[in-house]
């Protein structure tokens, strides 16, 4: 374990040296303002509205990362390791992406079929500021604008595990969760799991037509959970 993040330190050294000579393009999308956990398992991303600006980065809206973790102490300490990371790479949204990337972090899918596409959380000038991601426990996990007053805008968000995405796309199901998993560090079946989040703002450059990303929000700490048996 020590190694492991002593690798990934030297990492970000790397890539700091790299940032540092400006190679990067400069993005002007903002993060979203906040993502927290206000407990009761549940998340709130707090849109900001200045993404809605008509900058030639086209902002289309909001991406959610995830890593689930069989061990707290894991959990923590990739969750410590992102956050370093997110400071280290101000700037540079694109080296932060990879870096999560290599400790296994995956976007969190709509549950639409094996073919979906950014962003998850779609928006436009019309949307409201503050979307509610709740962690059900005995239920499919959900984001919604509204929680729970009204479900026609209700997304249902499922795993980034393309192979079994039929049937272990569910994230509320501890059987779901194998050993050696794409997105899961740990024992299969698990009576609990740590989550790690993060959220970033998507876009298009409308020049390169390439994919662009915002700096990170990383939630503060990892979420413990208790999947359904």
């Given at each position: 374990?020590?190694?492991?993040?002593?690798?990934?330190?030297?990492?970000?050294?790397?890539?700091?040296v790299f940032t540092s000579c400006g190679l990067y393009?400069?993005?002007?999308?903002?993060?979203?303002?906040?993502l927290d956990n206000i407990g009761s398992n549940l998340l709130v991303l707090h849109h900001d509205l200045n993404n809605n600006d008509g900058s030639d980065q086209e902002f289309r809206g909001y991406e959610i990362f995830y890593r689930a973790y069989g061990d707290p102490n894991v959990a923590s300490s990739n969750n410590e390791l992102l956050m370093t990371a997110n400071s280290n790479y101000l700037g540079n949204p694109d080296g932060f992406i990879d870096y999560a990337k290599?400790?296994?972090?995956?976007?969190?899918?709509?549950?639409?079929?094996?073919?979906?596409?950014?962003?998850?959380?779609?928006?436009?000038?019309?949307?409201?500021e503050l979307y509610y991601i709740e962690i059900n426990a005995l239920a499919e996990w959900r984001i919604s604008p509204t929680y729970h007053s009204?479900?026609?805008?209700?997304?249902?968000?499922?795993?980034?595990?393309?192979?079994?995405?039929?049937?272990?796309?569910?994230?509320?199901?501890?059987?779901n969760y194998h050993k050696g998993d794409i997105d899961y560090e740990g024992e299969s079946s698990p009576t609990t799991v740590y989550f790690v989040f993060f959220a970033v703002a998507f876009g298009t450059d409308t020049a390169s037509f390439s994919s662009i990303y915002s700096e990170a929000k990383v939630i503060g700490e990892p979420i413990q959970y208790n999947p359904s048996y």
């Open positions: 374990m020590r190694k492991r993040n002593y690798l990934h330190l030297i990492y970000l050294i790397i890539i700091s393009s400069y993005v002007s999308l903002n993060p979203p303002i906040s290599s400790l296994g972090f995956l976007r969190i899918r709509k549950d639409i079929g094996s073919t979906d596409n950014p962003p998850l959380l779609a928006i436009t000038n019309t949307s409201p009204d479900t026609t805008d209700d997304i249902i968000l499922v795993r980034s595990i393309i192979s079994d995405y039929t049937t272990r796309r569910s994230l509320y199901m501890a059987e």
